[in-house]
């Protein structure tokens, strides 16, 4: 079967590239691993990403998620873009509530960060809610049905290969031709997207990483802070190594989550739309930028994320602050003894310092005495901490013109082309690419 356009991946930056190919005469594939928004049960693979599984944070601002200036893409453009994405995400149901608009309560917590040493990035943004975020997926994923976009799922994608009319794409289901190939594997494919390409001879440079935790405490801790912008980007540099640690994906009131994936398991949070946990969350990153010899990031991160499985015994590993501090492991009584509940049990209390690198667990402390400052408590010997939560923003492709890359036709779009990270920054690099694979067309 011969398509104008294949898309690899059903995440944000596939479905948003799909829609802005929707309405053309071009004859477009989305191949897809996963299930259906409904049917789905696994929180890397299926339709909509890892954002149908996510709280649905929208950041709606271009300071936040990725850089325009690497992906050709105007400020004014890239304003456009991102209003597009939020038009999209209203018509299909996400609703109407917006946070970090207030500027004279911005500044105010701005002021309050600078003086602890802190950068506080300020934004708009939307929250959807884990529950509401996979009915408005659902339905962008029947609206681009209803408009004839064809969906392959449960199809894994396997070889790309160049041929003289375009790709061959070897899946599990036959092989697939296609014109033009757009790659939006998310995250969870960066690291098969990264072989393939290499093959093709596109294969991307070596980016940086984020590896880190996710730190769970008491929610009226940051309760001021969420009333002025509800996931708050705070970014720190460390007195000892003068590396940046930074919040990511805070979720009031939400619940820790386990992220498996084949080799190891992973932590991440969500907040839903009417449970609520006592607790909030947010991952805490140390970014990661590896020099000769060792410059291969993927497979650093990969290392890091596999001993902590081994420790974890196949699970997350869960420590009280306190102990992490103090250089011993936690163990299930401590855990119990403590005011606040985990809202992640399938865990195994243990020692982070033992799976995480001595200058990724400094850079961590040194992070949270910092934040503090800002969110008073946070430092407190009860604050529970999982481990590891890692990024894998980590390979880069050298794109041109509407995410293509120097082999004609081949495209890389959403989080596993190193140039966004998130839901909206994602679709804005799956419109940019289909535009361009319609002008080329016109």
Same mark, same amino acid.
């Given at each position: 079967?011969?398509?104008?356009?294949?898309?690899?991946?059903?995440?944000?930056?596939?479905?948003?590239?799909?829609?802005?190919?929707?309405?053309?005469?071009?004859?477009?594939?989305?191949?897809?691993?996963?299930?259906?928004?409904?049917? %789905?049960?696994?929180?890397?693979?299926?339709?909509?990403?890892?954002?149908?599984?996510?709280?649905?944070?929208? +950041?709606?601002?271009?300071?936040?998620?990725?850089?325009?200036?690497?992906?050709?893409?105007?400020?004014?453009?890239? =304003?456009?873009?991102?209003?597009?994405?939020?038009?999209?995400?209203?018509?299909?149901?996400?609703?109407?509530?917006?946070?970090?608009?207030?500027?004279?309560?911005?500044?105010?917590?701005?002021?309050?960060?600078?003086?602890?040493?802190?950068?506080?990035?300020?934004?708009?943004?939307?929250?959807?809610?884990?529950?509401?975020?996979?009915?408005?997926? =659902? +339905?962008?994923?029947?609206?681009?049905?209803?408009?004839?976009?064809?969906?392959?799922?449960?199809?894994?994608?396997?070889?790309?290969?160049?041929?003289?009319?375009?790709?061959?794409? =070897?899946?599990?289901?036959?092989?697939?031709?296609?014109?033009?190939?757009?790659?939006?594997?998310?995250?969870?494919?960066?690291?098969?997207?990264?072989?393939?390409?290499?093959?093709?001879?596109?294969?991307?440079?070596?980016?940086?990483?984020?590896?880190?935790?996710?730190?769970?405490?008491?929610?009226?801790?940051?309760?001021?802070?969420?009333?002025?912008?509800?996931?708050?980007?705070?970014?720190?540099?460390?007195?000892?190594?003068?590396?940046?640690?930074?919040?990511?994906?805070?979720?009031?009131?939400?619940?820790?989550?386990?992220?498996?994936?084949?080799?190891?398991?992973?932590?991440?949070?969500?907040?839903?739309?009417?449970?609520?946990?006592?607790?909030?969350?947010?991952?805490?990153?140390?970014?990661?930028?590896?020099?000769?010899?060792?410059?291969?990031? !993927?497979?650093?991160?990969?290392?890091?994320?596999?001993?902590?499985?081994?420790?974890?015994?196949?699970?997350?590993?869960?420590?009280?602050?306190?102990?992490?501090?103090?250089?011993?492991?936690?163990?299930?009584?401590?855990?119990?003894?403590?005011?606040?509940?985990? !809202?992640?049990?399938?865990?195994?209390?243990?020692?982070?310092?033992? @799976?995480?690198?001595? %200058?990724?667990?400094? +850079?961590?402390?040194?992070?949270?005495?910092?934040?503090?400052?800002?969110?008073?408590?946070?430092?407190?010997?009860?604050?529970?901490?999982?481990?590891?939560?890692?990024?894998?923003?980590?390979?880069?492709?050298?794109?041109?013109?509407?995410?293509? !890359?120097?082999?004609?036709?081949?495209?890389?779009?959403?989080?596993?082309?190193?140039?966004?990270?998130?839901?909206?920054?994602? @679709?804005?690099?799956?419109?940019?690419?289909?535009?361009?694979?319609?002008?080329?067309?016109?």
């Amino acid at each position: 079967m011969t398509y104008d356009v294949a898309i690899i991946g059903a995440g944000s930056a596939g479905m948003f590239a799909a829609l802005e190919l929707a309405d053309t005469d071009l004859r477009v594939v989305i191949l897809e691993s996963g299930l259906p928004p409904k049917e %789905r049960t696994s929180i890397t693979s299926g339709v909509g990403g890892g954002g149908t599984f996510s709280d649905g944070k929208l +950041n709606l601002s271009s300071k936040i998620g990725g850089n325009p200036q690497a992906i050709g893409c105007s400020s004014t453009e890239l =304003d456009a873009l991102i209003e597009q994405v939020d038009a999209e995400f209203t018509r299909c149901g996400a609703p109407a509530q917006y946070s970090g608009e207030n500027a004279h309560d911005l500044a105010q917590l701005k002021q309050t960060a600078s003086q602890a040493g802190i950068e506080f990035i300020a934004g708009r943004q939307r929250h959807i809610g884990t529950v509401t975020i996979r009915g408005v997926i =659902d +339905n962008l994923y029947h609206d681009l049905l209803d408009r004839g976009i064809e969906f392959r799922l449960s199809t894994k994608v396997g070889a790309i290969a160049a041929e003289d009319s375009g790709f061959r794409l =070897d899946t599990s289901g036959g092989s697939v031709h296609a014109r033009s190939v757009i790659a939006a594997p998310g995250r969870v494919g960066a690291y098969w997207l990264r072989e393939q390409t290499r093959k093709l001879g596109v294969g991307p440079a070596f980016g940086p990483l984020d590896i880190g935790v996710r730190v769970e405490f008491p929610a009226e801790l940051y309760e001021s802070i969420e009333r002025v912008m509800y996931d708050a980007k705070l970014r720190v540099l460390t007195s000892t190594y003068d590396d940046m640690v930074r919040t990511f994906c805070t979720n009031p009131r939400g619940f820790v989550v386990r992220e498996d994936h084949e080799d190891f398991v992973l932590v991440n949070g969500h907040a839903e739309n009417k449970r609520k946990s006592d607790n909030t969350n947010f991952a805490l990153l140390v970014h990661m930028e590896l020099t000769d010899p060792v410059e291969d990031t !993927t497979q650093y991160g990969r290392a890091v994320a596999q001993l902590a499985s081994t420790i974890g015994g196949g699970h997350p590993i869960l420590q009280r602050l306190k102990d992490l501090q103090q250089g011993r492991r936690s163990t299930i009584d401590r855990i119990r003894r403590l005011p606040i509940h985990p !809202t992640l049990e399938q865990v195994t209390p243990g020692d982070i310092s033992m @799976a995480l690198p001595q %200058r990724i667990v400094l +850079n961590l402390l040194e992070a949270i005495e910092r934040l503090d400052r800002v969110i008073p408590g946070l430092a407190a010997d009860s604050t529970l901490i999982y481990a590891p939560e890692i990024k894998f923003y980590d390979t880069r492709y050298d794109v041109q013109a509407g995410m293509e !890359t120097k082999l004609p036709g081949f495209y890389v779009a959403g989080d596993a082309s190193g140039h966004s990270r998130g839901i909206v920054f994602s @679709a804005v690099t799956g419109i940019y690419a289909a535009r361009h694979i319609e002008a080329k067309a016109s």
